[in-house]
């Protein structure tokens, strides 16, 4: 094997390539990046049995051939490689990297014993890349992170029509997102619950590519595997992940039909007053919010400990009321929001809140975030 590529635009994919692998592989052949040089350029993959990523890239191909190396070491290697041509030639178990006056040799791993790649199901439909990762971005915040409960370490991916909707919740919080996309069918309906990690990793990954097709199988070769494949400099690049067995909860009933209290409120003024307020919270205690008269108080500590209180204009309409939350969920529902304005709507006190964007035109923003109170402390 002998080829010749850009040192920019290598670095870049063996970068992209490396970020899912393994920290702990259980078979010390997937911590390896595979290399392998033929008629279409370069394809570098990684597999670790549950998540596979594939970056085609253009390169001077001599002489073709495969080879597994540390994907770690390569990418740290290309990360600090001066600007200029790299070449890489394999010489019996080691392969020779040189780039300018700077020269390596990597010791190889066994090809013949690397897990063979999942093919990508049949493309699904295509949605804008920078659309559908601010999108994952927002639902991410409620996924769960307990692994005890892998079922809540998902998003769950439904498809109706022209609709994506992406679904999240660690049980105390729930995020909502949807966006349009282009299907292949235009009556398509199907559902996925894809690993949060993954998901986030990868759309943030793609977010620059334009257009990406997304690929889920309604069942036949390829079920159970998703796949997001977009255009990189210099290539392609493509991911397949196993979607995570189990029912996700009917979490869309949580969302209540009418709401008895709204307020509106500058998102930047709550953000601040937050996070001064809760300084003084123990753990697992409640900031309070207190909505009257055409202000937003909050407090937090109580009896002989710290204390502290601040007031924000907010715009209430329906019945006063006093809850309470969790600083640091409300604050992430809160940074998710993208609008300035941020509209908190109830039904009651001891019921969830569900947060929204604030339009002036009156459309929807396209995110929820619904969270449960905490019970405060008298």
């Keep these: 094997m002998k080829f010749r590529v850009e040192r920019d635009v290598l670095a870049d994919a063996v970068a992209w390539a490396a970020r899912s692998l393994p920290a702990r592989p259980s078979n010390p052949v997937l911590a390896g990046l595979l290399i392998t040089a033929g008629d279409e350029g370069l394809v570098l993959s990684t597999f670790d049995y549950e998540t596979s990523a594939r970056a085609t890239l253009t390169a001077e191909v001599t002489t073709p051939g495969t080879v597994l190396v540390s994907g770690r070491l390569l990418a740290d290697i290309c990360r600090s490689l001066p600007a200029k041509p790299v070449d890489m030639v394999l010489d019996g178990a080691r392969v020779s990297l040189t780039c300018g006056s700077a020269r390596f040799s990597l010791q190889t791993m066994p090809v013949s014993d690397y897990p063979t790649l999942p093919d990508m199901p049949g493309a699904t439909g295509t949605v804008d890349g920078e659309v559908f990762a601010h999108a994952v971005s927002q639902a991410v915040t409620a996924a769960g992170r307990d692994d005890m409960l892998p079922v809540l370490t998902g998003v769950r991916l439904e498809i109706d029509g022209d609709t994506i909707s992406l679904l999240a919740t660690d049980r105390f919080r729930l995020s909502q997102r949807e966006i349009t996309w282009s299907p292949r069918t235009p009556d398509l309906t199907l559902a996925a619950l ?185």
């Design 194 to 378: 894809i690993p949060a990690k993954v998901l986030g990793d990868t759309a943030k990954a793609l977010a620059g590519s334009g257009e990406v097709t997304i690929a889920l199988s309604a069942g036949g070769q390829g079920e159970g595997i998703i796949g997001f494949e977009g255009a990189a400099p210099g290539g392609v690049r493509r991911t397949t992940t196993r979607l995570l067995d189990g029912e996700f909860p009917k979490v869309r009933s949580l969302f209540p039909a009418e709401h008895l209290t709204i307020a509106t409120v500058d998102k930047a003024a709550l953000v601040e007053s937050v996070k001064r307020v809760a300084l003084v919270a123990e753990r697992n205690t409640a900031v309070q919010l207190a909505f009257a008269d055409g202000v937003l108080t909050l407090d937090a500590g109580s009896g002989d400990e710290a204390q502290a209180s601040e007031s924000i204009e907010a715009s209430i309409s329906g019945d006063d009321l006093t809850t309470g939350f969790n600083p640091q969920f409300l604050l992430d529902g809160l940074g998710a929001i993208d609008e300035g304005s941020v509209e908190l709507a109830f039904t009651q006190a001891s019921k969830p809140v569900v947060l929204s964007g604030h339009r002036d035109d009156g459309q929807d923003a396209g995110f929820r975030y619904l969270l449960m109170p905490r019970r405060l402390l008298s």
